[in-house]
């Protein structure tokens, strides 16, 4: 458990640094699983400067042995929006890192077919042989990535409609404000979400609070996806002593 939001993101960022360390084999890092909000704006900016205090040597052979895969994308929106998820990783690795677009993969937004684009990604995380360290943030609802209640285990990547509850807490990052959230996106599904080596649940402050205990707490189920988590091997809930205010007990 961290003190606060910017303690956690050190910490976070510190899991993902480890996760782009080549094996002792020499065998590459399996993707990283990567996601976007205000939850990971603080891991993003720590893990930049982490990258940046290591030797020079060793912090080009762990960027060049980047390789990951977002979670999610609006439908409609590109890499040019502002708004977009593509624009918003663009901002805090992609440039600061300077990596290239093939490393720092999303959902196309802006494709004609937004359902055989979701086939596509699901098809490119698989061929990469899944995802190793999945960060996860949590929504109000209980949703991770887009996979909005309700949602079973076995739901694949997949274009689906946005639950008017993610809408509304996403309408702080628009311009126009809930008119400009899109009503579709394209998500990473929980098939692929609890393949992955290690999950890292990642939540901050008081008003996830309550949702995080239900999340870990209450039975799984599909009104709650996030609790399908709670039968991941390897599942870390990394958090801020707000979001814990109301948990029995905790993995960190």
């Known amino acids: 458990m961290a003190a606060s939001a910017e303690a956690l993101g050190q910490r976070v960022a510190a899991l993902v640094l480890a996760g782009l360390r080549p094996s002792p084999a020499g065998a590459p890092a399996k993707p990283l699983g990567l996601a976007t909000g ?3 704006e603080p891991v993003y900016a720590a893990l930049v400067e982490q990258l940046s205090g290591l030797a020079s040597q060793d912090r080009q052979q762990r960027l060049a042995g980047w390789s990951s895969f977002n979670l999610d ?22 440039g600061p890192l300077a990596l290239e677009p093939e490393q720092l993969r999303l959902p196309d937004g802006l494709a004609r077919h937004p359902e055989q684009e979701a086939r ?32 079973g285990p076995g739901a694949p990547t997949r274009c689906l409609g946005l639950d008017p509850a993610t809408r509304l807490q996403n309408a702080g ?3 126009a404000g809930l008119a400009g959230v899109p009503q579709r996106a394209i998500t990473v599904g929980l098939v692929e979400i609890l393949a992955a080596e290690t999950v890292v649940l990642v939540v901050s402050g008081e008003a996830k609070a309550e949702i ?18 709670q039968g991941h091997p390897r599942l870390r809930v990394m958090v801020d002593e707000a979001a ?4 029995g007990c905790l993995r960190v």
């Open 73 to 94: 994308e609006y439908v409609g929106l590109g890499p040019d929006d502002p708004e977009s998820f593509a624009a918003s990783m663009a901002r805090s690795l992609g």
């Open 212 to 229: 995080l205990r239900r999340s870990l707490e209450e039975p799984p189920q599909p009104q709650l996806p996030a609790s399908w988590l």
């Open 120 to 151: 596509r990604y699901g098809q490119a995380i698989a061929a990469a042989g899944g995802l190793g360290l999945q960060l996860l943030g949590l929504g109000d609802n209980g949703h991770v990535g887009f996979n909005e209640p309700p949602c």
């Open 173 to 175: 990052f628009f311009a």
């Open 38 to 40: 205000r939850t990971m």
């Open 244 to 247: 814990a205010s109301r948990l």
